[in-house]
């Protein structure tokens, strides 16, 4: 397996995505090429990406990494962690979250943050693995629907 930071939006990253996002969620469509590009360009994101040697090199995972600074610090946090089900159990997750943590890391944070539904025991049990401890605190959402406010 090999891990990659993404640099360019390609053909063959939007047929990836195509088949990625829906094993993430159900609910969201895929990404634009402009919505890929707007991540792959932005200084507050950078976009990782794992292939699999035993399947022609296919991008099998990937991993967004959000940087920003707020008053107490650069903050970091990791989103959309996605294994595709055909490469998951060959340590593929694990791989993308050190390469965001070591990026983060040399970026300057102190802190990584990610949440997990708790649905998704295997995600659960790697990032415990890799030193993520749970926080007591709440996590709120407030939809910005269409037409509100």
């Avoid at 090999?2 to 094993?23: C, G, H, S, W, Y």
């Avoid at 609910?27 to 994101?45: D, H, K």
């Avoid at 650069?74 to 390469?99: F, N, P």
Wanted: some cysteine; aromatic content about 6%.
């Amino acid at each position: 397996m090999k891990i990659e930071r993404v640099n360019a939006v390609t053909d063959e990253l939007m047929a990836a995505f195509e088949q990625l996002i829906p094993q993430l969620s159900s609910s969201n469509p895929p990404p634009t090429r402009a919505e890929l590009a707007e991540i792959v360009n932005s200084p507050a994101t950078v976009l990782f990406i794992a292939r699999d040697e035993d399947r022609g090199n296919a991008i099998v995972g990937a991993l967004t990494l959000a940087l920003f600074r707020i008053p107490t610090g650069l903050r970091a946090w990791i989103e959309d962690v996605i294994v595709d089900v055909g490469s998951r159990g060959k340590g593929i997750g694990e791989a993308l979250c050190r390469a965001a943590l070591q990026h983060a890391r040399d970026a300057g944070a102190t802190t990584v943050d990610l949440t997990s539904r708790p649905s998704r025991e295997a995600a659960n049990r790697l990032y415990q693995r890799l030193g993520f401890e749970r926080r007591d605190t709440n996590v709120y959402r407030y939809k910005l629907g269409r037409g509100s406010g």
